[in-house]
C-alpha cells in the first residue's frame, strides 16, 4: 500500500480547496499548508506583495521537511513545480464558476469587513481579485485558470484525482478514500 506524505489540493480560487486540505488533515493528521502563506508577504493590506520565488521555495521545503506528513492547497503552479517529484497525490478540485464567486464573497466579507465594500480601504483590490477569479474557466496559461492548471497537471507524476467542489468535503473524502488508503 502506497504511503501518502505529500497531498496537493489544487483548483481555483474559491473552489475549495483549502477547506477540503483541512477535512483530510483533521481526519487523517496531516498539517496543513496554503500556499498562499508562502506566495504573499504578511503585510497589510494582504495578498498585495508576492514574495521572491526562491524565498516562497526555502519555507515551503522547510514546512514540508518539519511536518513529515502534510496536504498543501492552493496552487503551486509555475513557482511550485520543484515539489512535483515530492507529491504521492493531486487532487484537483474544479467548482462552477457562480459557486465560486459566491464563497469567494462570503469568506473576503468575513475576513475582511467593511474593508472590501465601497469607500473600504481594500474595495479596488477586492473587485479586482473577484474579476481576476472569474475568468478561471475563460483565461488561458498566462494566468491561474482551468487551462493552466491542466497543463500543469501533465506534469505530475503521482496519482491524480479530478474532484467536484460543488459536493461536500464528505462526499469527496469518500471518492478519495474509494480510490487511496490516506490512514
Known amino acids: 500500500m502506497m504511503k501518502f506524505n505529500i497531498i ?5 480560487s474559491g473552489s475549495g480547496t483549502t477547506t477540503l486540505a483541512k477535512f483530510i488533515c483533521c481526519k487523517y493528521g496531516y498539517t ?11 503585510i497589510d493590506p494582504p495578498f498585495t506583495v508576492n514574495r521572491e520565488i ?4 526555502d519555507l515551503m521545503l522547510e514546512a514540508i521537511e518539519r511536518a513529515g506528513k502534510c496536504v498543501i492547497s492552493g496552487s503551486l503552479t509555475g513557482w511550485g513545480d520543484i515539489f512535483i517529484p515530492r507529491f504521492n497525490l493531486v487532487i484537483y478540485l474544479y467548482t462552477a464558476t457562480e459557486l ?18 465601497p469607500g473600504g480601504d481594500m474595495h479596488k483590490e477586492h473587485e479586482e481579485f473577484i474579476k481576476w477569479a472569474a475568468a478561471y474557466d475563460t483565461g488561458g496559461v498566462e494566468m491561474r485558470s482551468a487551462e493552466l ?8 507524476l503521482c496519482p491524480i484525482i479530478e474532484l467536484n467542489g460543488n ?6 473524502l469518500k471518492r478519495i478514500e474509494h480510490n487511496f488508503y490516506l490512514g
Not at 496537493?8 to 481555483?12: I, L
Not at 465560486?100 to 465594500?117: A, D, H, P, S, Y
Request: hydrophobic letters at 35%; one cysteine or more; a positive charge.
Open 100 to 117: 465560486r464567486l459566491k464563497r469567494l464573497r462570503n469568506r473576503e466579507l468575513q475576513r475582511f469587513g467593511g474593508r472590501i465594500l
Open 32 to 42: 496543513h499548508l496554503d500556499t498562499d502563506d508562502f506566495f504573499w508577504e504578511a
Open 54 to 57: 526562491t524565498t516562497r521555495q
Open 167 to 172: 459536493l461536500s468535503c464528505d462526499e469527496n
Open 8 to 12: 496537493h489540493v489544487t483548483g481555483a
Open 149 to 156: 492548471h491542466r497543463e500543469w497537471l501533465k506534469q505530475i
